[in-house]
C-alpha cells in the first residue's frame, strides 16, 4: 500500500500516541538520562548537562560505606519474608475460602480481608502507631498476661516482625484473589470422582485442588523473583525511626534519607541507580521464567 | 456437590467456618478500634480505656476535624486531584492502548512504540532524578507534580490494550469500511464495548491517587500544600509541630490521640464509599492481566 493512501487511514493513531509519548519521554525517560548524576558531583545550579564528572567515584565511596551493606541485607531479608510469608498465607487462605461451600459466608469473609489492601500506608501506619504504642491497646491486652510491654516499632529485635506481619496483614487477603480464580476452573467433576473412590477432605486437596493451582503457584513464584529488592517503601517510611535503623533501613529509605532530606543528590543517585540494575535484570528474568514455566506474557 | 457427611468433614468444616470468621475480624479490628476512639471523648481516649466500644460517645472529634481549616484544605486538595489526576489518567490510558491494540499492518511502527512504553516500565530512573526533572521543570508545590508525573501508568495502558485486542474484529472492519475514521470506531465502537474494563481502571486510579502522600511529601516544598494523606501524616506520623505553612496551633489540637483517629476515618471513608464498586469490578480488572496467547 503506498505511504499516502496508509496515512489517509492511520494518521488518527499516530496523533492518539503522541501525548502518551511525551508524558513517558518528559517523566520516565529524562530521569533515566538523569541516572549520570551517580558519574557526576551534581550541583543542580549546573543540571546533568554539565555537572563535573568523576568516574566512579561514589560508587567507591558507597560500597566502602558500612551502610551499604547493612540496607542490602535489611532489604533483601524484609522482602523475601514477605514474598514467602504472603504467598503461603494466600495459598492456605484460598483453599480455605474454596472448601467454604457457603457462598454469601465466603463473600462476606472476601470483602473483610480485602479492605486493608486499598488503605494507603499512612491510614495504615496510623492505626499501627496507635495500637503498638506502650500504651496501645495490643500492649495492655499483653498486660492483662503479665507481659512486659514491648517496643513493636521501637527495637531492633520487633521491628522486622512488625514489618513483616503488618506487610501481611495489608496484602494477604488480595493475594488470594489470583489463586481463587484458578481454583474456580478446577473441574467438579474431579472431586466428585474421588469423594465416590473414597478420599477424604484432606486427599481430596492434596491430590486434586493443590495439582490444579500448581500452575499459578509456579507463575507468582517466577513474578515474585521482580519484587526481591521492594521492602515496602512507604510502609517502612511510615513506622521507622532512627532507633531502628539497624534493622529497619532499607534501600530506598537511605536513598530519600541521603539524596532528599541531605541533598547528596550524586551518592543517592547512585545507590538508586545500583537498585534500578538490578532491579530491571530481577524483573526482566523474573518475566523470563513466568514465559518459560507457565506460559504468562503481559503483551 | 459434594455431601460428604463424615464426622471428620462436618469437623473440618466447622473448624473452618470459625478459622476465616476468626482471621477475617481479626483484619479489621485495628480499624474498629480507631473507630471507637475517635467516637470516644477525649479523656478515656487519651487515658486508653478505649477498647472496641466508644466511651462518653461523642462526635465532637469529627467536628473538631471538619472545623480545622488545615485539614479541610489538605482534603480539597485531595479532591481536585483525584478529580484531575484520574480523568487525565483515563484519558491516556484510552489514548495510548487503542494505537497500541492495533497489528503492525494497520498500525506501522507498533513493536517499537509497544517497547518504548514497556521498557519504561520496567526500568525505572529511581527517585533523585526523578525530583530532579519535577523540580526542573518548575513543577514544585503545583497540582502538576502530583498528577503529570504518573499520567501515563504503563501497567493499566497494558491492560486496556489487551481487552481492546478481545474486541471483535468483523465490527472495526464495517465501520471502517463504511468510511469511518479511527476517532468513530474508537467511540463508537471500543470505549461502549470496554465499560467495565474502563470503570475498573478508573476507580483503581482514583484509589491511587487518593492514597498516594509520598510525592506530595517531596513535591509540596510549602506544607500549606499538602494533599490529605501527605497532611495526615504530619499529624498522625511524624508529629512534627514545626512545619512550613501550617498553623502549628492547629497543628497541636489536630494531634489529640481521638482527633487522629477522627482523621484516619475520614480518610478511609472515602475508600468504604467506593469499596462495593470496587469489588463488583475488580475481579474482572484481575482477569483482564491474565494470560495473553
Known sequence: MPFKQYMKRAWPLYVMIVPGIVFVLLFRYYPMYGVVIAFQDFSPAKGFANSPWIGWENFEFLFSLPEFGRIFGNTLIIAVSKIVLDQIGAIILAILLNEARHILFRRSIQTMIYLPHFLSWIVLGGILLDILSVGGILNQALKQFGIQPQ??????DWFRGTVIMS???KSVGFSTIVYLAALTAINPVLHEAAAIDGAGRFRRIWHITLPGIRPTIVLLAALSLGDVLQAGFEQILTLYSPAVYRTGDIIDTYVYRVGLISAQYSLAGAVGLFKSIIGFFLIVLSYWLADRFAGYRIL | MIRD???FSLFFDSFNYVFLTGFAILCLLPLAHILAVSLSGRAPATG???SFWPIDFTLENYEEVMGSPTFVRSF???????????SLNIVLIILTAYPLSKTPRVFKGRTIFIWFFVFAMLFDGGLIPSFLVVRSLGLLNTLGSLILPNAVPIFSVILMMNFFRDVPKELEESALIDGASHWKVLWYIYIPLSLPAIAT??????VNHWNAWFDGLIYMTDNANYPMQTFLRTVVVEYDLTNVGIDPRDLQRLSDRAIRGAQIIVATVPILVVY???QRYFISGIKLGAVKE
Not at chain 1, 517496643?151 to 531492633?156: K, M
Not at chain 2, 480539597?76 to 484520574?86: D, E, F, K
Request: hydrophobic share 60%; glycine share 12%.
Open chain 2, 76 to 86: 480539597l486538595i485531595s479532591v481536585a486531584r483525584v478529580l484531575s489526576g484520574t
Open chain 1, 151 to 156: 517496643l513493636f516499632l521501637g527495637s531492633n
Open chain 2, 48 to 50: 486508653g480505656f478505649v
Open chain 2, 276 to 278: 462495593p464498586f470496587l
Open chain 2, 201 to 206: 481502571l478508573t476507580l483503581f486510579a482514583a
Open chain 1, 167 to 169: 506487610g501481611f496483614w
Open chain 2, 5 to 7: 457427611k463424615s464426622a
